[in-house]
């Protein structure tokens, strides 16, 4: 549903952007998106790199220890962010003035420095063009929805009609409108449902799959290594 991607923006984060190419640097680097300012995107990996530590004394765990030591060291760095989050907001807004200088220097710098004389409206211009063609010339088009966007659409609609089911008084005189909410409701809560439970049994016949193959596998393996030995 174009309506539901139009209400977000897709970037690729900072650390990863440079490993693609230069089309989706261009119209997907954040730096180049309007309203990410300086996030990098970069937050889940910043929480991997704190759970690394946990590595070495929850592998010989039992799951249930290794969650419960797992969910403490998430409420931690959770609180820990918390409490170092005004600091951290002063620091970016810093970076942030300071970013916006040396930028408005640079750009002077570069319109001195020209032969012909450019104007912000001008640069503004060629910075859309190029995205403008870009956009054209990369993505796909009339591409099919996957499964996960038509879950996602049907995840929006529920919650809108959840929305505006809670608008309506039990005792409301527009009672049909609500039967038809709660029966179109209730068909995509079904659908969702279906839907869960196909990728379920496809996530699991695959895996079976992988397991059949492996032991296969090994099952050769372990042929030709006795047939050696009897050699």
Request: net charge positive; charged share 25%.
């Amino acid at each position: 549903r174009d309506d539901l991607l139009e209400k977000y923006s897709f970037a690729v984060p900072v650390f990863h952007a440079y490993g693609h190419t230069a089309e989706c640097q261009i119209l997907r680097n954040p730096r180049n998106i309007p309203g990410f300012g300086l996030s990098d995107g970069e937050v889940v990996e910043r929480l991997w790199s704190y759970l690394r530590r946990f590595a070495a004394m929850t592998k010989e765990m039992r799951p249930a220890h290794r969650v419960d030591v797992l969910s403490d060291a998430l409420q931690h760095y959770a609180r820990k962010t918390s409490e170092n989050i005004g600091r951290l907001l002063c620091r970016r807004m810093q970076r942030a003035a300071g970013s916006h200088r040396e930028a408005v220097l640079n750009l002077q710098i570069l319109k001195q420095e020209s032969p012909e004389p450019i104007t912000g409206k001008e640069i503004e211009t060629w910075a859309n063009e190029e995205k403008e063609h870009l956009s054209h010339q990369s993505l796909p088009k009339d591409t099919p929805p996957t499964w996960q966007e038509d879950y996602i659409c049907h995840l929006d609609t529920a919650s809108t009609i959840r929305n505006a089911l809670q608008s309506y008084n039990p005792g409301s005189a527009d009672s049909v409108n609500m039967r038809v909410l709660i029966s179109n409701l209730e068909k995509i809560e079904l659908t969702l449902q279906t839907t869960a439970r196909s990728q379920r049994t496809s996530f699991y016949t695959a895996r079976s799959q992988r397991t059949s193959f492996y032991t296969a596998r090994s099952q050769r393996t372990s042929f030709y290594t006795a047939r050696s030995q009897r050699t």
